[in-house]
């Protein structure tokens, strides 16, 4: 094994189980919107796939729909538990609680950037665009996982946030049209060294077929 990858970092990415305003489609970005019921089961079958392996560290976005879900991998694991800001939604500024339909309804013109993946198109209103989103992942997870080489160490998420890891894994720019799924409570696997992000495995949801498992249509 080269000696890079001996000593990188394994990251367990996962998204937040299950929303009502996923269910609605419904924005939610930096809204803090909690787990419905199904994806409290959720987090509690990822947290039951992952109390066997070694994990040194759990990072969450400080949103209660990420951190509850990463609250049940720490019970389970035992590893230690930190919010972590950079790990949020994309922020999505005048968007945010509306539904998908209602955007397309109200702002078409801003309905065709965001579907059409406009790299430089920001939401009114404060909102990312998706080279912003990209830059923020991507300085969040280097300075995370450059703090665990040869460790293992989960971050737990927003379908946003999966996006751009699975891109900057696998060198996608960020209007590729999405051929993946961003499944709530899925587990993702990857490698950190300082050349960058490699992908090992991806939407791994076999602990959740007893179960819905809603991907995030416009992500």
């Known amino acids: 094994m080269p000696h890079d990858q001996q000593h990188a970092t394994r990251l367990i990415a996962i998204r937040h189980g299950e929303t009502a305003w996923n269910v609605d489609t419904r924005i ?7 787990l ?9 079958r990822v947290a039951q796939a992952l109390a066997g392996e070694a994990i040194d560290a759990i990072y969450s976005s400080d949103l209660q729909r990420a951190f509850a879900t990463a609250r049940a991998v720490a019970e389970a694991t035992g590893a230690p538990l930190h919010a972590e800001p950079g790990l949020r939604e994309r922020g999505f500024g005048s968007f945010e609680g509306r539904t998908f339909a209602q955007i397309e309804q109200e702002s078409p013109e801003h309905a065709r950037l965001w579907r059409q993946r406009d790299p ?5 209103g404060g909102g990312e665009s998706l080279t912003a989103l990209r830059t923020r992942v ?5 300075r995370l996982a450059s703090r665990h080489p040869g460790q293992q160490i989960v971050l737990v998420a927003h379908g946003g946030v999966m996006d751009a890891l699975y891109r900057l894994a696998t ?5 590729a049209p999405r051929t993946w799924q961003l499944t709530n409570a899925a587990i993702n ?10 992908l090992v495995g991806w939407a791994d949801t076999s602990h959740l077929e007893e179960g819905a498992a809603r991907d995030e249509p416009h992500s």
Do not use: K, Y
């Open 138 to 142: 991507q300085a969040t997870v280097q």
């Open 189 to 198: 696997r990857l490698l950190w060294t300082p050349q960058g992000l490699t």
């Open 36 to 44: 419905n019921d199904t994806g409290l089961w959720q987090a509690q």
């Open 120 to 124: 430089h198109f920001a939401p009114e």
């Open 28 to 34: 939610q970005g930096h809204l803090d919107i909690g």
């Open 171 to 175: 060198r996608l720019e960020v209007q």
